[in-house]
Nanobody, 118 residues
Framework: QVQLVESGGGLVQDGDSLRLSCVAS????????VGWYRQAPGKQRDLVATITSGGGTNYKDSVKGRFTISRDNAKKSVYLQMNNLKPEDTAVYYC????????????WGQGTQVTVSS
């Protein structure tokens, strides 16, 4: 059974930092792209950042220069370092894994809440 478990969310103030973590189990991690989406209340889920199996990264424009995604294949983990957080970053953040062994099936974590107060 594949599981993605996020941690690291919380309530912070404008300008603060947080580091989200996501640990995968039950899946071959190293060969798959992983990343983070977020969903604010009343809005659709948006891609925040992704990192490929080769380490290539892609970011939502509004987080470029503030957020950094990284991965540790030995720990089957993906991280999102979020600096200079803004109130508009408030959302539930979801970790995902794109399983190339299952034709790109996407697994999701349960989400972790990030709230940035002004």
């Amino acid at each position: 059974q594949v599981q993605l478990v996020e941690s690291g969310g919380g309530l912070v103030q404008d300008g603060d930092s947080l580091r989200l973590s996501c640990v995968a189990s039950g899946v071959i991690f190293s060969i798959n792209a992983v990343g983070w989406y977020r969903q604010a209340p009343g809005k659709q889920r948006d891609l925040v950042a992704t990192i490929t199996s080769g380490g290539g990264t892609n970011y939502k424009d509004s987080v470029k220069g503030r957020f950094t995604i990284s991965r540790d294949n030995a720990k089957k983990s993906v991280y999102l370092q979020m600096n200079n957080l803004k109130p508009e970053d408030t959302a539930v953040y979801y970790c995902y894994l794109l399983d190339t062994t299952r034709s790109g099936y996407t697994y999701w974590g349960q989400g972790t809440q990030v709230t940035v107060s002004s």
